[in-house]
């Protein structure tokens, strides 16, 4: 037979000690707090505030927050684990040089012009980020998914949830990547479908609501000529880590753009700020 483990608190204060949360146990608090201690968690701790840690944190268990996540010089090895960020306020996360990941989950419900989660360093996510509700702020950071399959980015939002900033993508496969990017105001999500990858590597993306020029324009596109360009905003794409791939396309979501997007509407490109051309 099964047999789960519940323990409840109002606040989790772990001095020192080593602590095993086993499989099938429920640790259920407000606070935890892991203080020079070692914690090894294969189970579940449900908070409805914040874990702070400046000790070992280890294990394949699921973590789930409604506060934030703090790392203050402490040691955390992810193993297969998952942190689940379900709080109606900001959450931040933050740990000088960066935190590691295995599974990321993004569940904030607060209001999703004002609230967020804030990552406060880079932060890398080693397996699945899944996208469900709330947006992601990655501010002056990185937000890395280096799993480089496809499905390793797991969106179901339905409120368009939206990483401010910069996202980088592992990627291996003949298949289409979403870049899920935008601002506070609208979503502005990338397509990057890719049908032939001879060298695996990242794709580093972020997306502007700033004018990018018209440099270089007008060019030749017959039968039409492209004279001008939107000046809402544009998309930057970066290939990292020897990535390489010949034969691509992207689509790209212009909401926000006060023009109308027509039918003889054509995506332009330049390479490192240069003029504008087209294929």
Request: proline share 5%; aromatic share 10%; glycine share 10%.
């Amino acid at each position: 037979s099964l047999c789960s483990h519940t323990l409840s608190s109002q606040v989790i204060t772990n001095d020192r000690a080593a602590i095993k949360v086993i499989p099938g146990t429920f640790v259920i608090s407000k606070d935890a707090v892991n203080d020079a201690g070692v914690l090894t968690n294969d189970g579940n701790i449900n908070l409805t505030g914040s874990y702070t840690s400046t000790g070992n944190t280890s294990g394949s268990g699921k973590y789930y927050l409604g506060g934030s996540w703090t790392n203050s010089g402490g040691v955390f090895v992810p193993g297969s684990s998952t942190v689940i960020f379900n709080g109606s306020d900001d959450q931040l996360i933050t740990r000088t040089g960066g935190e590691i990941f295995y599974n990321l989950i993004a569940e904030n419900s607060g209001a999703q012009l004002l609230k967020r989660i804030a990552i406060q360093n880079n932060v890398t996510v080693l397996g699945t980020l899944t996208m469900s509700l709330g947006n992601i702020d990655a501010g002056t950071y990185l937000l890395c998914l280096s799993n480089p399959i496809s499905s390793a980015l797991n969106y179901t939002s339905t409120t368009n949830s939206r990483i401010f900033g910069r996202f980088e993508r592992g990627i291996s496969q003949k298949a289409t990547y979403l870049f899920p990017l935008g601002t506070p105001s609208f979503y502005n999500p990338l397509n990057l479908k890719t049908n032939d990858v001879p060298v695996a590597g990242s794709v580093l993306s972020q997306y502007f609501s700033l004018d990018p020029g018209n440099t270089g324009l007008p060019i030749p596109d017959p039968p039409v000529e492209i004279h001008d360009r939107y000046p809402d905003g544009f998309w930057n794409l970066t290939a990292n880590n020897y990535f390489s791939s010949s034969d691509f396309s992207i689509s790209l979501d212009a909401a926000g753009f006060a023009d109308t997007i027509r039918d003889v509407t054509r995506v332009i490109k330049r390479a490192d700020g240069g003029n504008w051309t087209v294929d």
